[in-house]
């Protein structure tokens, strides 16, 4: 990287700079139009940083970076991408082409596991129970979306949160009441860690960052804070040379100081996300805070579904300081169909991946699937009493007293998620 691009400004690029940008890449005009019908309905942004350091557009085609942050064709089924495409041809209005993408997003599952109906609080006994933009699925643990970082400095194409940015506003979950969200902190004795999600809370400046910490640090219940983020791998700069960057790794030293543990939760797809100097940099700068940082991505078909990449992933996380914490599954929303992989195959990609590498770096779990009862891992494929079985595991649950507890699953070649097994050994799955 140049010391020009590691300097510059932040610069997004969002739907309307999609087709020049489209040029880069071997596709023809219909190809073009095709993509921008498919980011009509899955929401398009991109930065600078993304497209001139970590996408190979003399590869475009077969690039992993490329098919992470661009839509693909094939994302959507081809009656859907035909009707939106039919619709720009002949240059509908927004007006026109809103109604179809509307229609086709809400087919998308855009609030998988519960989000909406299980994790938000609606405690109508306890009025100041029922909060907007917190998600309580685990005891311990609450799920925070600030209001000004329901963005990111660039989008996942597979992202399960992508609701949050397609304009609909009963799709989204946010808040901008401190007093709400740590009111609801102090009286929920049980909750000992709060996470920052999104978006990408780094997506703020320090001062509204700090407005939305700072407060936790006066509940003495809080052992730790979170925060969920994508910005070391699509925009280092945050850390390093933004005019903020020094005063919001004060912030993480403050939180650090207070008692708790300041937890960053990057997420990386991929190893060239973690190949430039800056975003080095940035991992030291936020480590020398004494914040730790965990990894964690979903295993995701064309972009990361190889044992080799992810082993490689989790030596240079580890090489650089970071803790690999978790391989996710993709979950049941938006373009699942085109990016999962068979639960029996991401057994065997983690496996494979653990095996490249030393005891140090296999602190992560997975393959996890972030369903409606909790996370479930498939801890392998074996054979019980002459049956093909998934062994499985809650690792982390809405009911605690699940929490560890193994149970099996009838063996598919097809499954992609937990909704699609049937008990094995038992009439019904724990949780139910």
Request: proline share 6%.
């Amino acid at each position: 990287m140049t010391e020009e691009s590691q300097g510059r400004r932040f610069r997004a690029y969002t739907d309307r700079h999609l087709d020049e940008l489209l040029k880069k890449a071997p596709l023809s005009e219909e190809q073009r139009l095709r993509t921008r019908a498919v980011s009509s309905v899955l929401p398009f942004r991109t930065n600078a940083y993304v497209v001139d350091e970590l996408i190979d557009w003399d590869n475009a085609l077969d690039d992993p970076m490329f098919r992470l942050v661009f839509p693909q064709e094939d994302m959507l089924p081809k009656e859907d991408v035909d009707r939106l495409a039919d619709l720009l041809r002949k240059e509908a209005p927004k007006k026109e082409i809103l109604p179809v993408a509307n229609e086709i997003r809400y087919r998308l599952n855009p609030h998988p596991a519960g989000q909406i109906q299980l994790n938000i609080p609606k405690n109508k006994a306890a009025e100041e129970d029922a909060v907007d933009g917190i998600q309580h699925k685990y005891n311990e643990t609450v799920l925070f979306f600030p209001q000004q970082g329901q963005t990111c400095h660039a989008y996942c194409t597979y992202c399960f949160r992508w609701a949050q940015f397609v304009g609909i506003a009963d799709l989204k979950i946010a808040n901008n009441d401190v007093a709400e969200m740590t009111g609801y902190v102090a009286r929920h004795p049980e909750v000992s860690s709060v996470l920052m999600t999104g978006g990408d809370p780094m997506i703020m400046g320090e001062p509204v960052l700090s407005r939305y910490i700072d407060p936790l640090l006066e509940i003495d219940h809080v052992e730790s804070i979170r925060i969920g983020s994508k910005a070391l791998a699509y925009w280092p700069q945050r850390f390093v040379t933004d005019p903020d960057a020094d005063a919001t790794l004060k912030l993480f030293e403050k939180v650090v100081k207070s008692g708790r543990n300041l937890a960053f939760m990057a997420h990386f797809s991929h190893q060239r996300e973690m190949e430039s100097e800056i975003v080095q940099e940035a991992v030291q700068r936020i480590l020398d805070t004494g914040a730790t940082i965990r990894t964690q991505a979903p295993l995701i078909r064309t972009i990361n579904d190889d044992a080799e990449e992810w082993a490689g992933m989790w030596k240079t996380q580890h090489k650089m300081g970071m803790i690999p914490y978790y391989m996710f599954v993709e979950r049941d929303t938006g373009p699942q169909d085109y990016f999962s992989v068979p639960l029996w195959r991401a057994w065997e990609i983690y496996r494979d991946a653990l095996s490249q590498v030393s005891g140090l770096c296999r602190t992560v779990r997975g393959p996890s699937m972030s369903a409606t009862p909790g996370k479930v891992t498939v801890d392998g494929v074996t054979e019980i009493n002459g049956e093909k079985v998934f062994a499985l595991r809650l690792l982390q649950a809405r009911n605690p007293d699940l929490v560890g507890r193994p149970f099996f699953a009838k063996y598919s070649e097809d499954a992609v998620w937990v909704d699609h097994l049937k008990p094995a050994f038992a009439d019904k799955f724990p949780w139910e």
